[in-house]
């Protein structure tokens, strides 16, 4: 999973060595936390969210394969961008 989101974080920025996908794992839950460059924020969102939703569809899909609920949250250095819930 985690390496999955972070290939698509890579194929989509401009700053690739940049990208970081930290994995927090519970019992049922797994927290991907994307990092990317601040200036390659707006093209993990994309336009009204649709980048990020198709991310977090993909990553939904692979976790229920798995029997786990997963949740990506996008980060900037700042906090979560809550773009595409």
């Known amino acids: 999973m985690k390496e999955l989101v972070e290939f698509l974080a890579r194929s989509l920025v401009d700053h690739p060595d940049q990208v970081r996908v930290n994995e927090?794992?519970?019992?049922?839950?797994v927290i991907l936390e994307?990092?990317?460059?601040?200036?390659d924020v707006g093209k993990i969102i994309g336009k009204q969210g649709r980048i990020a939703r198709a991310i977090r569809t993909v990553?939904?899909?692979?976790?229920?394969?798995?029997?786990?609920?997963?949740?990506?949250?996008?980060?900037?250095?700042?906090?979560?961008a809550t773009a595409g819930r």
């Open 34 to 39: 994307v990092r990317v460059a601040p200036e």
């Open 59 to 80: 990553a939904r899909a692979v976790g229920a394969r798995a029997g786990k609920r997963v949740e990506v949250e996008i980060l900037d250095g700042g906090g979560p």
């Open 24 to 29: 927090v794992a519970g019992e049922q839950t």
